[in-house]
């Protein structure tokens, strides 16, 4: 089925923060953190769903290319090329020149976004962006499985703002929604100042129950939590009344008060008249330059629990052993220098690896039966995401569901997992991976 497109650019002159570099895989079901280039040129890459009706899905593609000419050069010449790849083939790409003008010196960004109309699918998306005069280019790609929107109850993805202003003289109309422009912030990095101390955000509600007379609401709460999971700030929008099934809400979060670092937005709705709820999580991260030392890490015996298996997962043995023999202020220095040594780009204001860890557990938490307890959060969460899955029925040859997942580790790693007793609860049973348990009779022991 051919995309509908849809895709506008803008070119601004500000003074930003530097994009980051690329960490580690994004999680494979989630796009709670953006995606960041590999290359010299370096861009962000979001991509938010919204229901598109008719059972297609509106995937919006935003990202920031940060510019700077060579020096002696006085403009950029950009090729972008992006491919969406479904299992029925090619769904849609774009092809762009870009031409500008602008001294080596001056920071630029050129910030576009672009708009498709899909079937639920899982997307091969891939974009690379070449400056010509440098020779310099990045490429962003990753595995995307499209939402699919049902008739009931459910929230759109999160899409981050970095302004929003009334309409003005200027040709703005293409990020014009709700009657207001909003431009859109690809790396989700908001930083404080008298004139910005708010992270606004837009979602799209679907499907609420029209009342047959007036009077039905539903309520709204966002909570924004820390990385150690306490909630520093809880807002509550109750009794907000139903004028259509499908609406549209901006809202913003008062940064006035929090610590630089990486933060999770939760946003869950509930309508009391049908009992239905639905809820959306994203990641953003708030700069300032402060050190390690300014972070709150609170260390009740909750949090030093909750600490210690957070780093279970990635930490050598003498690493865990030496948390659990410091005292609090100890154990605050070693959180700040564990995760400073996992940092890919220390100069960036962000710690990439970190958030990305942190979306990897919070997205283990609910996908899988057992939580971080069980066998598909520990590789899932130490290997990060496998390059694709091979499940098997218990029709198939075996007596029980199997899962297969495929990693390009030492070559290529296999994780074989098992369904023993059909309750979705997955058990390692075999992997080639020098350090994980190892059985090659697994296939015997299920026929």
Known sequence: MKAIAKY???????????????????????????????????????????DAGDGRTRLELAYAIELAPLPGEDSLHLSIDLSLEGGQGRLAEVHEQKHFRAKADTPLVYLDLKSFVLPPDTVALRMTVRDHAS??????????????FGPELSLSDLFFISSIHRPGSGDMQPFLRGGVIMLPNPSRLFGMSPSSDKAWFYFEVNHLAMPAETGGSYNLRYTVSDLSGQAVRVEERPGLPIVQVNSSRVESIVLKGMQPGAYRLDLFLTEPGTGSSAISSRYFTISGGASGEELALPMTPGDQARYLEQLSFIATRAELDLFKSLDESGKRQFLIRFWQSKDPVPETPGNEYMVDYFARLAESQQRFKGGLKSDMARIYLRYGAPLDIERQTSNAGYSKPVEIWNYALNGSTQFIFVDRNNDGHWVLVHSNHPDEFSNREWEKQIQ
Not at 9 to 25: K, Q, T
Not at 27 to 49: I, K, M, N, T, Y
Not at 135 to 147: F, H, N
């Open 135 to 148: 020779g310099r280019s990045g490429t962003a790609e990753t595995l995307l499985p499209l939402r699919r």
């Open 8 to 50: 506008y650019g803008l070119l601004f002159l500000v003074a930003l923060f530097v994009l980051a570099a690329p960490a580690e895989p994004q999680p494979l079901h989630s796009w709670e953190v953006p995606l960041r280039s590999s290359g010299r040129l370096p861009f962000h890459l979001d991509a938010c769903q919204f």
